[in-house]
């Protein structure tokens, strides 16, 4: 009848097909010309039948053989390159293919519900997928601040099952760092040139160097101070930071937000020692929110949208928000539609929809690179 083994190697869907036709066990094995104990071993899978059982089965049931009896799936497992750190045995991760690297993102902090490709098995890391691998290779990274690109990645498997966007978040020098490593395909960033007043550009020149590529623009922002609901200390300024019982939450060095408040406390002369909370450090635009919303911070710096539910809000400055690829990441499935995307009307509706959201440029080129020799 089969032989008996300590994991089936095969799936029994006998009780099902059974079920359907109305059959009891009893009267199945009789068609058959089984016992009924064999019926209930087969669909408990105590029992792998061989050829002619299975024959037997699937003709009493007017059922083929395959649809009865199927191989379990095999766990599908890849080196990948970690993206930063130590990965531990059991850490989930999303994953995609940059280059010819498989490259394994953890999903840590505010990520850790977010739904996994895989998950390591080892700290080399090796990676079991839950996903098929076609589905990696149509997967591009991009990593930003902009709380708005969840809803750009959405829009981009709305338009095309080929291509998956994930936006990973980070401020812009994690952004630069990450495409400078070759474990993103995107880098988004706000990085306002000092000297010049320009957006991205000198940034995007240096990164992209060794790789040529494009600076295409997301949107541009209205920045300035979050503040509680109603400004209550009448907060207006940055001089407004040098005042006495005043507490600030600060955005981390290398974000857009951090230089913007560094070049402002410049201008007024003062000193970034001088302010409570410029040491309070936390890693996003809704975070800062949160703080003062919630009473931690009188104010810090970031966007007019997310200051909207729950904060008031000061304006200080516009800041422009764009995205660096490189020239080899252009022919991406998922790159090709990101692009197509922003050129919709339908996605700049949306976006303008957000407060302080300018999309008059969204989708434009702002700058080209080659190699440089």
């Not at 059982?53 to 080196?79: H, K, M, N, S, Y």
């Not at 994930?166 to 400078?180: E, F, I, K, Y």
């Not at 600076?215 to 001089?239: C, D, H, M």
């Not at 957000?354 to 190699?371: E, I, M, W």
Request: net charge positive; hydrophobic share 45%; glycine share 10%.
């Amino acid at each position: 009848m089969g032989r008996r083994t300590e994991a089936a190697e095969l799936q029994s869907k006998v009780r099902a097909a059974r079920v359907a036709k109305g059959l009891s066990q009893h009267r199945l094995a009789g068609l058959a010309g089984l016992t009924r104990q064999a019926i209930v071993a087969i669909e408990a899978g105590h029992y792998t039948p061989n050829t002619s059982v299975a024959l037997r089965i699937g003709q009493a049931l007017a059922c083929r053989v395959e649809d009865l009896f199927v191989l379990p799936e095999l766990p599908v497992e890849r080196r990948a390159i970690l993206a930063a750190g130590r990965c531990e045995p059991g850490t989930r991760v999303v994953l995609g293919t940059v280059g010819d690297r498989l490259v394994a993102h953890p999903l840590d902090g505010g990520r850790l519900f977010a739904p996994a490709d895989g998950v390591a098995t080892s700290s080399a890391p090796d990676v079991r997928l839950f996903i098929p691998p076609e589905q990696v290779e149509r997967t591009a990274f991009l990593v930003g601040c902009d709380p708005s690109l969840g809803l750009l990645a959405s829009w981009v498997s709305r338009r095309s099952a080929d291509a998956r966007l994930v936006w990973l978040p980070g401020s812009s020098q994690v952004a630069l760092d990450a495409l400078r490593r070759s474990t993103v395909h995107v880098a988004g960033i706000h990085l306002r040139n000092a000297r010049t007043g320009e957006f991205n550009v000198e940034h995007a020149r240096r990164a992209l160097a060794k790789t040529g590529g494009v600076v295409v623009t997301y949107a541009g922002w209205e920045q300035g101070f979050i503040v509680r609901r109603g400004n209550p200390k009448k907060l207006g300024s940055v001089a407004d930071l040098a005042r006495r019982g005043i507490r600030l939450v600060n955005r981390e060095p290398g974000s857009g937000s951090r230089a913007l408040l560094d070049q402002l406390l410049e201008g007024a002369c003062i000193p970034p020692e001088t302010i409570a909370g410029y040491d309070h450090v936390v890693g996003s635009h809704m975070a800062v929110a949160r703080a003062v919303a919630d009473g931690i911070a009188d104010l810090g710096i970031g966007l007019r949208a997310v200051a909207r539910a729950e904060c008031g809000f000061v304006p200080l400055a516009d800041a422009r928000f764009d995205f660096i690829i490189p020239r080899q990441h252009m022919d991406h499935p998922a790159i090709k539609v990101l692009l197509d995307v922003m050129q919709s009307a339908s996605l700049r509706a949306e976006l303008s929809a957000l407060p302080g959201y300018d999309v008059s440029d969204t989708g434009s080129t702002r700058a080209r690179f080659d190699v440089v020799a």
